[in-house]
């Protein structure tokens, strides 16, 4: 396979016998399952894998399992052409990039990967199935690609979350590595979603990470001061124009999800979902009570 500093465009391949053929000879293996539209976020991930595999694989594939009826499946940004750009940057060697008929050629699965309870909180609430879609396409990647490791981004805790459940629960022979949030110079974490903000949007939006740092700051007075100074940020927020409609906030434990106690100690995750006109947007930081 190419060397780590070999920054020529990587093989695009569309299915997996294409796949299994560019995987031959390939020593260790990195996954970073991605949905495309790919921003600094996402090569951010590319290069932890870079640092620890001898070949990196991006995965690109609009996963229609874990979109609801009403979400914006048809809508998501798509680019093959500037992703592969980006994977080029990044030293990616192989960019697996699969029709949605080539996953599901019988269509919705009838076996799925259920997240169970942790899966129905917080972003199970808003998007029922979500994380079924998720799991079921993650594992799916998994067996195909079959890689050493994976990385996924904390920007989505939750996720992280349940594949690290997914894969200790169902002995899955990977190493999960997450990465720290990526976020634009205004605060906003880098997201494909972003895209769809107006400018005034934008601005609006800013509220979420203003709210987590909001929380962070009043953390040294515990956690029940912590979610009061985030919540206060995201009221008036939601008095602005445009508004930030808030979906929830939930300062958590990290393993398992559950809203932990106004005198809890030790780690927690401060999750959070608003929407922005048309835009939902999702973010969360790390707190240390
Ligand atoms: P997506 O294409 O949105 O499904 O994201 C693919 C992977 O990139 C997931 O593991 C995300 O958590 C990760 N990711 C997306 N945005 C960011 C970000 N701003 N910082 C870090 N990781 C991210």
Do not use: W
Not at 14 to 33: C, I, M, N, S
Not at 34 to 41: P, S
Not at 220 to 227: E, I, M, S
């Amino acid at each position: 396979m190419t060397s780590s500093t070999d920054r020529s465009a990587p093989l695009v391949v569309r299915t997996p016998h294409e796949l299994r053929r560019a995987l031959a000879d390939a020593g260790r293996t990195a996954l970073v399952p991605t949905m495309g539209a790919l921003h600094g976020g996402h090569q951010s991930l590319m290069r932890i894998a870079r640092e620890r595999a001898d070949t990196v694989v991006v995965s690109i594939f609009v996963n229609p399992l874990q979109f609801g009826p009403n979400e914006d499946f048809d809508r998501y940004p798509r680019d093959l052409e500037g992703d592969t750009a980006r994977c080029a940057q990044e030293g990616v060697d192989v960019v697996f990039a699969p029709e949605t008929e080539t996953m599901y050629p019988a269509g919705r699965p009838m076996v799925t990967i259920e997240a169970g309870e942790m899966g129905e909180r917080l972003e199970g609430t808003s998007r029922p199935g979500h994380f079924t879609g998720v799991l079921t396409v993650v594992g799916k990647l998994f067996h195909l690609v079959r890689p050493d490791l994976a990385v996924f981004g904390e920007k989505d805790a939750q996720q992280i979350a349940l594949i690290r459940r997914m894969v200790a629960d169902l002995d899955f022979p990977v190493e999960i590595v997450g990465a720290p949030i990526l976020r634009d110079p205004d605060g906003l974490a880098s997201s494909s979603r972003n895209v769809y903000l107006s400018a005034a949007e934008r601005t609006a939006a800013l509220a979420l990470s203003r709210s987590l740092e909001a929380a962070r700051s009043a953390a040294g007075r515990g956690a029940a001061a912590a979610r009061t100074a985030a919540a206060a940020v995201l009221e008036e927020a939601a008095g602005g124009e445009p508004p930030v409609e808030p979906d929830y906030l939930a300062l958590i434990d990290p393993s398992t999800f559950a809203e932990v106690a106004d005198d809890h100690r030790g780690d927690a995750v401060l999750a959070l979902a608003a929407r922005v006109g048309t835009t939902r947007l999702i973010d969360n930081t790390s707190i240390r009570f």
